[in-house]
């Protein structure tokens, strides 16, 4: 098995980090951090111009139908670059969740405007009070002549402000899974802000409250939406993978040029073993990360399953201790406003908890080895 990124691939990532180092600096990101969307339209018209946006979407819509190896570069450098738009909410999570568990109507309908980036999509998955439990939602889906009314409440649906329309698991009459698309301008779907610790992860709370949808494919969409789910979990480790990254190369050029005592702080054991982990984790997470990428595109649903849940669980807490390292490297100035290591230490921060966060993943990993 070959783990190295083809050139195609390499001239992708290349493309998508030259396009931020332009277009989306951290001074653009500082910009963005109190912006509801997260983007402007000339940035997000230029990621979709890259072609990225549509890259899981079939090529017969308009994508470039590839899968979550060739995607990762892109996601590996949005973490790089603290990237605070929709994209992996929309070029993994709507893209997948529209193709897998849609009818080739709604594939017409909805996938030649997330592959352009002109239809933004985003999930909502989770609710009050359930963690990252998502397979028996208390919203509901009833019909309404060809349409589907939606009523309940999903939290921690991301980029939800700046989307066009929102992917809404719910049950339906027959308790099968299903899954809807709602227009966010839609009379009922209300969108709230919520406020979090990174400025970067745009997250709301969608109410519904008899909201009128169009509900993707026909029968239960539990398989289609648990491959979405790992397909998220995976890309938000890889986005956590480019983020430690940068969290640890800053740590590390920071402890080679201050001085204490006469002497780089680097050359302090205390300082060279903080480094140390950092590195370890940063490539055992690339390496768990890399694989599950492989494993959603060529692996049995159990496998790909297995993989996901162990990225994510090595990367709840070992990607945030490198920014919590570096932070410990900085001092007290890596945690102040003007200083870049905080955006990295918050962003590797939602990563600890998100989907339930460490204690979920392990717990889901136990069963699936138990069982």
């Excluded at 912006?35 to 940035?43: A, F």
């Excluded at 139908?65 to 909410?89: I, K, N």
């Excluded at 992917?167 to 009459?173: D, I, K, R």
Aim: hydrophobic share 45%.
């Amino acid at each position: 098995m070959d783990f190295e990124l083809d050139p195609d691939q390499e001239l992708l990532r290349e493309s998508v980090a030259r396009f931020l180092a332009d277009r989306a600096p951290i001074a653009y990101v500082r910009s963005m951090l109190d912006h509801p969307v997260g983007t402007t339209p000339e940035v997000w018209a230029g990621l979709a111009a890259i072609g990225v946006t549509g890259m899981l979407v079939p090529e017969a819509h308009g994508g470039a139908g590839m899968g979550m190896v060739d995607l990762a570069g892109a996601l590996e450098e949005t973490g790089r670059a603290v990237h605070p738009g929709p994209f992996l909410s929309h070029a993994v999570g709507a893209a997948s969740l529209v193709t897998l568990a849609g009818s080739p109507e709604d594939h017409a309908a909805l996938l030649p405007g997330i592959a352009a980036g002109t239809t933004v999509g985003t999930v909502a998955l989770y609710e009050p009070g359930r963690r990252g439990a998502w397979a028996q939602p208390d919203t509901t889906a009833d019909p309404d002549g060809d349409r589907w009314l939606v009523r309940g409440t999903k939290t921690h649906v991301p980029d939800a402000v700046g989307a066009d329309v929102v992917l809404v698991t719910a049950a339906a009459p027959d308790g099968a899974l299903a899954v809807v698309a709602v227009p966010t301008d839609a009379p009922g779907c209300t969108v709230t802000p919520l406020d979090t610790v990174d400025g970067t992860r745009k997250v709301a709370t969608v109410t519904l409250d008899g909201a009128l949808g169009s509900r993707l494919g026909h029968g239960d969409a539990t398989d289609a939406v648990a491959a979405t789910v790992d397909r998220i979990g995976v890309a938000m480790v890889v986005d956590g993978v480019g983020a430690a990254s940068v969290a640890m190369e800053l740590a590390v050029a920071y402890a080679k040029e201050r001085h204490q005592f006469g002497k780089p702080i680097g050359a302090f054991q205390a300082v060279a073993h903080l480094c140390a982990d950092m590195l370890r984790a940063v490539e055992l997470g690339r390496a768990a990360a890399y694989y599950a990428c492989w494993a959603c595109d060529a692996a049995d649903a159990a496998e790909r399953h297995r993989a996901a849940t162990m990225a994510r669980a090595f990367a709840a807490d070992s990607l945030y201790g490198v920014g919590a390292n570096a932070i410990q490297v900085f001092g007290g100035i890596g945690f102040t406003w003007e200083h870049d290591a905080h955006l990295y230490y918050k962003r590797l921060l939602t990563l600890q908890h998100a989907g339930g966060g460490a204690t979920d993943q392990l717990e889901e990993l136990a069963a699936i080895v138990l069982d």
